[in-house]
């Protein structure tokens, strides 16, 4: 934590705590630039929920596990929130509800009641061994849901009686808050630039989509080290790797549908967030993530996967540059600031808000590709926590599949997320991967 934690102001507050008194008094939150698509566009069944899962060595306790979710939510205020509505925005509304305790249910991110008065927007679930936070998108990504399920591991592991130790950079109920926490990172690092050229739309999955509930799971588990020698040799990074092979997959799956007669849509392009806190100075447990989209163009032919990963490399390294990335910030936020939009009542704002991702966004890309990174625990909090799991939100009914990535122990997971009743994506992915020399597993929910 940087000194502004540890400067006491008049009365004996750090700063932090003075602007977190001064949000509680005024009693609601702006919505950061991200959160604002979520409430035009969630249904029961594209929920914008995702899921981060930890196993432990050892069955969860209840009564230890609602201590700790009592210790850590009061940490972190900003997520004791629910979504209210105002004439022009919507808002988050502070309340004392802590989030909900409940079994693990068999179909992963479900829907919130967004409507619902006093509503958490996050949810903590139980099975056997495995502690899972679910988080509604309007709250926060990936990288600070894992924030606050690394304090409640944490927490939760000390009233077991396993001390971890040092903390390290973990967000203990102790430490001092901070109000970089609570900013809008887009809006804090906008400037105006030049918008990105408009892209074509993309091609879909031709599968037939589940009956509802529509979303099915299937989750591998591989070595890292193994991954990244491969990924390595062809001197691209992890992420890299794994998009080029989504892209072969979803080239053999194109041709094999016959698209290249049909001669229509014949542009494959993924979605690839960005932790936008790697590249700008920020400390916000907000959503603070931009996309990257790498794209190939089947009218040029087909690609070996050598092509494929050169293309994906250098478009990856191209457009995630601080330069490209501020030019796609700077698109999104400019929308909010139009004058226009400002002053238009939230009933209309919501129905164009949604006109726009069902007629434009939605159709942008053929799939995603979300990697969370490597995760690093203390050591002694390590031996207690043995794997981690990252299930993204469910697709859109366009885009239909999709996976998430994440690394820990040694291990990386991937955990594809599927509406179709075709599992020809994973499958080729996951042979593509074995042939290539990497040891998978295909894992159960038991």
């Known amino acids: 934590m940087n000194g502004e934690n540890h400067i006491s102001a008049p009365g004996g507050r750090s700063p932090g705590e003075n602007h977190l008194s001064a949000l509680k008094k005024k009693g609601w939150l702006e919505l950061d630039n991200a959160a604002k698509l979520y409430p035009a566009i969630v249904s029961s069944s594209l929920t914008a929920v995702f899921r981060i899962t930890a196993t432990l060595r050892d069955p969860v306790r209840y009564n230890a596990l609602r201590e700790a979710v009592t210790r850590t939510s009061a940490r972190f205020p900003y997520f004791n929130v629910s979504l209210g509505s105002?004439?022009?925005?919507?808002?988050l509304e502070f309340n004392q509800q802590e989030p909900r305790i409940q079994a693990e249910e068999e179909i992963p991110c479900t829907a919130f009641a967004i409507t619902r008065k006093n509503e958490p927007l996050y949810r903590i679930l139980a099975r056997g061994n495995r502690i899972s936070v679910e988080f509604l998108h309007i709250l926060t990504d990936g990288s600070g849901a894992l924030e606050?399920?690394?304090s409640l591991l944490y927490t939760y592991l000390t009233l077991c009686g396993h001390p971890p130790g040092d903390p390290g950079g973990i967000?203990?109920?102790?430490?001092?808050?901070?109000?970089?926490?609570?900013?809008?990172?887009?809006?804090?690092?906008f400037r105006k630039l030049p918008p990105p050229s408009k892209s074509r739309k993309a091609w879909h999955l031709p599968f037939q989509l589940n009956e509802k509930p529509r979303l099915r799971v299937i989750r591998a588990e591989m070595s890292t080290k193994e991954l990244l020698g491969v990924a390595r040799e062809h001197q691209v990074s992890?992420?890299?790797?794994?998009?080029?092979?989504?892209?072969?997959?979803l080239q053999h799956i194109f041709l094999d549908s016959g698209g290249l007669k049909k001669n229509r849509k014949n542009l494959l392009r993924i979605q690839v967030p960005v932790n936008m806190r790697s590249k700008f100075p920020t400390r916000t447990l907000r959503n603070f993530s931009l996309f990257v989209l790498p794209e190939t163009?089947?009218?040029?032919?087909?690609?070996?996967?050598?092509?494929?990963?050169?293309?994906?490399h250098h478009q990856m390294q191209m457009y995630s540059g601080l330069k490209e990335i501020a030019r796609f910030l700077s698109s999104n936020v400019s929308y909010e600031k139009l004058f226009i939009?400002?002053?238009?009542?939230?009933?209309?704002?919501?129905?164009?808000?949604?006109?726009?991702?069902?007629g434009l966004a939605s159709k942008r890309?053929?799939?995603?590709?979300?990697?969370?990174?490597?995760?690093?625990?203390?050591?002694?909090?390590?031996?207690?926590?043995?794997?981690?799991?990252?299930?993204?939100?469910?697709?859109?009914?366009?885009?239909?599949?999709?996976?998430?990535?994440?690394?820990?122990?040694?291990?990386?997971?991937?955990?594809?997320?599927?509406?179709?009743?075709?599992?020809d994506l994973e499958r080729i992915m996951l042979r593509h991967l074995t042939r290539a020399g990497i040891r998978v597993k295909i894992l159960s929910d038991t």
């Open 86 to 91: 105002g004439l022009f925005w919507h808002f």
């Open 148 to 150: 606050y399920l690394k």
């Open 171 to 189: 967000l203990l109920p102790e430490t001092p808050f901070s109000k970089e926490e609570t900013e809008d990172g887009y809006n804090r690092f």
């Open 238 to 249: 992890l992420t890299e790797y794994l998009v080029a092979v989504y892209f072969l997959a």
């Open 297 to 312: 163009d089947l009218r040029l032919g087909t690609y070996t996967f050598e092509e494929i990963l050169l293309s994906v």
């Open 341 to 358: 939009i400002r002053i238009m009542p939230l009933f209309i704002k919501k129905m164009i808000t949604a006109a726009i991702y069902r």
């Open 365 to 423: 890309f053929t799939g995603t590709v979300t990697n969370l990174g490597q995760v690093t625990l203390p050591p002694e909090m390590g031996e207690w926590v043995t794997a981690l799991e990252f299930i993204p939100p469910p697709p859109n009914p366009k885009v239909k599949a999709g996976c998430g990535i994440i690394s820990y122990n040694g291990n990386l997971r991937i955990t594809f997320v599927n509406i179709t009743r075709s599992t």
